[in-house]
């Protein structure tokens, strides 16, 4: 497999819907992200809407000035939305493979291009 560098250029103008959380398949499953103009990141949580500006620095993606919408759900779908933001507040490892995104953070979390 061809693992790409990423950055800006990269992934710019692509979507990728969450498939794998460290390895175990997670099903159907509403958590998304996508890259648009100027690095604006957009995608949804499990169950909220987020955005924000993207950044690649040094293979890490990391995401500023981040918004949401504000609906409640469930428990286990909040922690998992909260920890994806988190993630991505802090700044995460990425790596590019084939037709997959990976967030190399705690846990990992391998997303599909998404059409």
Known sequence: ???????????????????????????SNPVS??????????????????????VVSNSALTVSHMGMTRKLCD???NQQEQ???NMLKRGVPILMIENSLILKGQPELRFQVAG
């Open 33 to 54: 992200i996508e890259f648009i103009e100027a690095m604006q990141v957009a995608g949804n949580g499990g169950c909220n809407r987020f955005f924000g500006e993207g």
């Open 75 to 77: 428990e286990n779908t």
């Open 83 to 85: 920890m994806l933001l």
């Open 1 to 27: 497999m061809a693992t790409v560098k990423v950055g800006d250029t990269q992934l710019k103008y692509t979507k990728w819907q969450l498939t794998h959380i460290d390895g175990k398949l997670v099903g």
